[in-house]
């Protein structure tokens, strides 16, 4: 084809810009089609063959234009002796179609092509309109066509090299069911996080808690800004994992649905902007509050349970106490933009007509454990209290700011992390297990319930770490004192109703044990 010159639009010669003018017409006439595509809803028939990603109807699922040609691609390999006799059959063969022609007989299911390419070419006289290259992972052509005219239109379109950037940065092949049966999965947010990335590895690593859910595989999703983790790097090493952005999880869900043939056992829903400091209220708004929305809705839709990550900063100075019974919570009044973001959301839950058959909004306490070292600043005491005590033999804690608490006495409700999974897990388990509960809905306090000071705090890590105990004391910054929770304490009687009454690790034990984590983790680098 001769180039169209950019200012006057003439081609090199007459037959060609009658060749050229043929071509935008039908361009536009198929643009129309598409535009009209995306507003029309999905028909009951389109639906019905939403796992049939070859032998879908033209004239309803994909490019509804006149008479053309096309050429299949499988641009990645195959994996599988079925897809392989496909592969043969069909690579490289043309194919003629028209509206409502089947592009292969049979109804042929092939729900692990990963590439499927519509490309334009010429021949016997009849012209293809436009190549268009779908990525199938098991969805139907309607579904992949809708990616591609988002593209045309202005929007990401992840099928394109403009648009696929993002995509690109989701990692691991979508994992199969060993058995053929439907998948039984999970969805897991905030993986490459602290509590979430802790969460994430007694599924992959199938520890005893895990093995009786008989999750298969895990669908997780983080951040943009978490890919650069060591705890990224491990999880996209092992199998049954596929990782995905967090931006991207509504649809990666729909994708995951269809390929598994089923929705996800439940949503543990973990990603959240933790700090305690920002300032940015639409970092909170979009993260905190948006995202968990979207969640809530698709797991009421779903009909699977929901579990998400609230937090005992909703409390706020604790003048009003710390119960999480749900009549309680219009009483509380948080400190700062982290606490307020996740109170939103707990009220905006009680306000939801239309919820998931079960969900709890785990209000967390003062956390310590593995995997933490990205919070940096905002991580727990056993984090940069055991590097100071390494590096220097002594531990430097903030004075009281109050008259009325004595340095070191400040009080808080420190919890393990591993008695925060054992938690999670459990109310997960009552929640697949038990429909019925009569807790339909809840906030559960997930905390020791034991409030220490903070000098008791720094006894039993020097303890753990086998150290003389040496522990001297700094001004508190002017920037945290407003917004400083001097005491904090689980109140429990949710998590005991709920028949969840195993005792919790002292401090001590919870710092030997993440000590030991810790240890091993530096030898597996080695």
Not at 136 to 155: D, E, F, P, V
Not at 157 to 175: I, L, R, S, V
Not at 301 to 311: G, H, I
């Amino acid at each position: 084809m001769n180039v169209v010159d950019a200012k006057t639009g003439a081609g090199e010669n007459p037959v060609e810009n009658i060749r050229h003018v043929r071509q935008l017409v039908l361009f536009c006439q198929f643009l129309k089609h598409l535009i009209e595509l995306i507003v029309e809803k999905p028909t009951p028939h389109t639906q019905k063959q939403n796992r049939d990603p070859l032998g879908v109807d033209l004239l309803d699922h994909s490019l509804q234009v006149s008479t053309g040609f096309g050429r299949i691609f499988f641009l990645q390999g195959v994996v599988s002796t079925q897809l392989e006799d496909h592969k043969r059959r069909f690579e490289g063969q043309d194919f003629f179609f028209h509206p409502g022609q089947r592009l292969c007989g049979g109804g042929s299911l092939l729900p692990e092509i990963h590439h499927l390419n519509f490309e334009p070419f010429s021949q016997h006289g009849h012209e293809a309109l436009l190549g268009i290259e779908f990525i199938t992972l098991g969805q139907t052509i309607a579904q992949h066509h809708h990616r591609s005219t988002a593209g045309l239109l202005g929007k990401p379109d992840p099928t394109t090299a403009a648009g696929n950037e993002n995509h690109q940065k989701n990692e691991g092949p979508y994992p199969r069911s060993e058995n053929g049966q439907a998948m039984r999965w999970i969805a897991l947010t905030g993986v490459n996080g602290f509590i979430g990335h802790n969460l994430l590895r007694e599924f992959l690593e199938q520890k005893p808690q895990t093995l009786n859910l008989k999750v298969e595989a895990v669908l997780g999703a983080d951040l943009t800004g978490s890919l650069e983790r060591e705890t990224h790097a491990w999880a996209t090493a092992q199998q049954n994992y596929r990782f995905v952005l967090a931006e991207e999880i509504l649809s990666e869900l729909a994708r995951a649905e269809d390929l598994w043939d089923s929705p996800p056992l439940a949503v543990i829903h973990n990603g959240a902007c933790s700090s305690t400091t920002e300032t940015d209220p639409e970092v909170f708004r979009t993260l905190n509050v948006e995202s968990s929305q979207q969640l809530f809705h698709y797991c009421s839709s779903k009909k699977v349970p929901f579990l998400y990550a609230s937090s005992a900063s909703v409390y706020g100075d604790g003048s009003c106490g710390f119960s999480d019974a749900v009549e309680q919570n219009s009483n509380y009044y948080p400190m700062n933009l982290y606490g307020r973001s996740k109170h939103q959301f707990d009220t905006w839950v009680l306000s939801q007509k239309e919820r998931p058959p079960v969900w709890f909004g785990m209000r967390y306490f003062n956390v310590f454990g593995p995997y933490e070292e990205h919070k940096k600043a905002q991580a727990s005491v056993l984090h940069w209290g055991s590097r100071q005590i390494r590096e220097s033999g002594e531990l430097k804690l903030f004075k009281s700011h109050r008259e009325d608490i004595a340095d070191g006495q400040q009080q808080r409700d420190f919890v393990s992390v591993f008695d925060v999974v054992r938690v999670t897990l459990s109310l997960l388990e009552l929640a697949l297990q038990n429909p019925d509960l009569p807790e339909r809905g809840a906030f559960v306090n997930v905390g020791r319930g034991e409030a220490a000071t903070w000098e008791e705090t720094a006894r039993a890590l020097f303890s753990a770490l086998g150290k003389e105990v040496a522990i001297s004391y700094i001004d508190m910054p002017e920037q945290l004192r407003a917004h400083y929770q001097n005491y904090t304490c689980a109140e429990l009687s949710t998590l005991h109703k709920l028949g969840l009454t195993r005792p919790f690790l002292s401090l001590e034990e919870g710092f030997q044990k993440a000590l030991l984590q810790f240890a091993e983790n530096t030898d597996s680098r080695h």
